[in-house]
């Protein structure tokens, strides 16, 4: 036992706190913590495939329009002034960005029958409103098959 006139430090408190012994995790809380973080991953997944899969505005390009820009591109390289080669220079590598963009855009079937499974449990344990996962960019029809409406937000 300390006597009062001693001085006790922040370390001295700080030890006391954590020299308690740790009582093991259960069986429950550590399936509840795998469930959360699967549940976070498929959200998360899925957020992001709306993300990189989100359509720009104006004529939607395909792969095989970029691949004949790229082509038309090479052609004109050969003849190009120093000003246009510049700009064609550019386009080429916007056109190999988006090109890969395309390639990387990912089937959303799955991520989305998987979000569907968890999106109800997983909104209602952060709190997630109808409003916000619209604003994330979920439509209407996912976020009804998933269970969640505009009633409940």
Known sequence: MRDWGESVTIVDMVKAKTSAPRKPMSTG???ALARG???SA???????AL??????RGRKRTPA???KRLASIEN?????DA???LHLLQEQKDLTDERLRVAKVKDLTALE????KVAEAYGKRKGISYGTWRAAGVSAQVLQAAGISRARS
């Open 29 to 31: 809380h550590k399936a």
């Open 37 to 39: 973080r699967a549940e």
């Open 42 to 48: 498929s959200v998360r997944h899925y957020l992001e």
């Open 51 to 56: 993300e990189t899969s989100k359509p720009k």
């Open 65 to 67: 329009s970029i691949d």
């Open 76 to 80: 004109q390289l050969a003849n190009a």
């Open 83 to 85: 000003l246009t080669k």
């Open 113 to 116: 029958k998987q979000f569907v």
